[in-house]
């Protein structure tokens, strides 16, 4: 990210922003650090536009495992060994499918998955964890990724999911604006510094009603959060 792209931000979003970005900039280089707001999106504050040409000219829906799979054969974005966990932890792939090309896609979670340095987030299995979103290049533009999202927010309600949970970077102003324009509200704040077992982590107070909480197992009860990092 370079200058150019900073003082853009700062005429967006201020000086506040600008010199949080610049500290995460300088700090990420040298220590193992990560900042993540958590947000969650319900469909009653859901915030699509139309589509540019009315209807979505492309197909929409969740992949069967085999579809997956096969598209992951010949499909860069889509990389086999990740495609392969995510399957076998459960995760769903919605899709933007023009005819056979793969145009937008986005996977969706019910179990913990690692958020940074190999850590894991547990949370509300009542929501589904949005993860991993791709649009193809032939395809940005039309706003597919957030109309997929939508399309998959629909379809998950209807299963009787109550929303979507996610995770962005606090310095990742442009997905950050792009989750508030779609009615995402943000809850609380993750802060990782480390790695592995002797990792500080920190999860604030509103990440607690949605069941956030780290953990270096999928499997393993998350210990009680420190109040400081472990010396080395």
């Known amino acids: 990210m370079g200058i150019q792209y900073r003082y853009q931000n700062w005429r967006r979003e201020g000086a506040r922003s600008l010199m949080h970005g610049l500290a995460m900039r300088a700090i990420k280089p040298l220590?193992?650090?990560r900042a993540l707001f958590g947000v969650e999106l319900c469909l009653e504050e859901l915030s699509v536009p139309d589509h540019p040409s009315g209807d979505l000219p492309y197909e929409a829906r969740f992949l069967a495992e085999r579809e997956v799979l096969r598209l992951s054969e010949h499909e860069p974005a889509l990389r086999p060994k990740f495609t392969r966990e995510a399957l076998a932890r459960g995760d769903r792939c919605y899709a933007i499918l023009d005819g056979h090309r793969l145009a937008s896609f986005g996977w969706y979670a019910t179990q913990p998955i690692v958020v940074a340095f190999g850590l894991y987030l547990s949370?509300?299995?009542?929501?589904?964890y949005m993860h991993t979103g791709?649009?193809?290049p032939d395809y940005r533009g039309e706003?597919?990724?957030?109309?997929?999202?939508?399309?998959?927010l629909e379809a998950l309600t209807a299963e009787g999911s109550r929303g979507l949970l996610s995770c962005v970077d606090t310095d990742n102003l442009p997905s950050?604006?792009?989750?508030?324009?779609?009615?995402?509200r943000r809850f609380g704040v993750i802060r990782v510094l480390g790695k592995g077992e002797r990792a500080w982590r920190h999860t604030s107070a509103g990440c607690a009603e949605y069941g956030f909480a780290l953990s270096t197992s999928p499997d393993v009860e998350p210990a009680r959060e420190q109040s400081e990092p472990k010396a080395a």
């Not at 949370?123 to 589904?128: I, L, T, V």
């Not at 706003?143 to 998959?152: D, E, S, T, V, Y």
């Open 31 to 33: 220590v193992p650090y």
């Open 123 to 128: 949370f509300d299995p009542a929501y589904a």
């Open 134 to 136: 791709y649009t193809h």
């Open 143 to 152: 706003r597919l990724h957030a109309i997929g999202m939508g399309k998959a």
């Open 176 to 184: 950050l604006r792009s989750c508030y324009r779609m009615g995402y």
